[in-house]
T-cell receptor, first 116, second 112 residues
Framework: DTGVSQNPRHKITKRGQNVTFRCDPI?????LYWYRQTLGQGPEFLTY????????KSRLLSDRFSAERPKGSFSTLEIQRTEQGDSAMYLC??????????????FGSGTRLTVV | GESVGLHLPTLSVQEGDNSIINCAYS??????FIWYKQESGKGPQFIID?????DKRQGQRVTVLLNKTVKHLSLQIAATQPGDSAVYFC???????????FGQGTRLTINP
């Protein structure tokens, strides 16, 4: 296991189309996170899973966004009816449970979405 | 509200010099802090972390200092190398929460 893997790396879509991104976390990590990053800004939290349970969602996550982690391993993030404002880098991260010196909060390389 | 900010948006240093990147945070309930390095087109790369019950932690060529009195965090990079050129973010985690709150970032450039 070499880290958090995200696919695709890049996605260009037309406004109004649906897109889905995939994240494979570090295998021993039970926590998985989605963040969004726009140019020149730090990542912003979207949602968090512990195993298969989605425990927290940001107000940034509108009704057009849905995330799943059906078996507590990989996760998908779907955006329906994409808008130009959805253009950003979508980052996935995973971590281990608290109590360790290092949470190991590790990010993937992200999926860059461009809505045209 | 909660926020993590950086004093300088850009920092330019001579190769071989030490770099110090600063960060201010506002939430006294934050119990964990991380510094990340992000190169163009890549995700944030973990550099070093520190819990709120510590005031200093050292890694390879990097040191993080935490001053809870003034809510200040700094990253020191020794003998800066060209490969250290990147945007550096500090992030905080509030006690009991799982999400990280990031600042805007500082771009570090290395002069030969």
């Amino acid at each position: 296991d070499t880290g958090v893997s995200q696919n695709p790396r890049h996605k260009i879509t037309k406004r109004g189309q649906n897109v889905t991104f995939r994240c494979d976390p570090i295998s021993e990590h039970n926590r998985l996170y989605w963040y969004r990053q726009t140019l020149g800004q730090g990542p912003e939290f979207l949602t968090y899973f512990q195993n298969e349970a989605q425990l927290e969602k940001s107000r940034l996550l509108s009704d057009r966004f849905s995330a799943e982690r059906p078996k507590g391993s990989f996760s998908t993030l779907e955006i329906q009816r994409t808008e130009q404002g959805d253009s950003a880098m979508y980052l996935c991260a995973s971590s281990s449970s608290p109590g360790l010196i290092n949470y190991g909060y590790t990010f993937g390389s992200g999926t860059r979405l461009t809505v045209v | 509200g909660e926020s993590v900010g950086l004093h300088l948006p850009t920092l330019s240093v001579q190769e071989g010099d030490n770099s110090i990147i600063n960060c201010a945070y506002s939430n006294s309930a934050s119990d964990y802090f991380i510094w990340y390095k992000q190169e163009s087109g890549k995700g944030p790369q973990f550099i070093i972390d520190i819990r709120s019950n510590m005031d200093k932690r050292q890694g390879q060529r990097v040191t993080v200092l935490l001053n809870k009195t003034v809510k200040h965090l700094s990253l020191q990079i020794a003998a800066t190398q060209p490969g250290d050129s990147a945007v550096y973010f500090c992030a905080e985690k509030i006690q009991g929460a799982q999400k990280l709150v990031f600042g805007q970032g500082t771009r570090l450039t290395i002069n030969p």
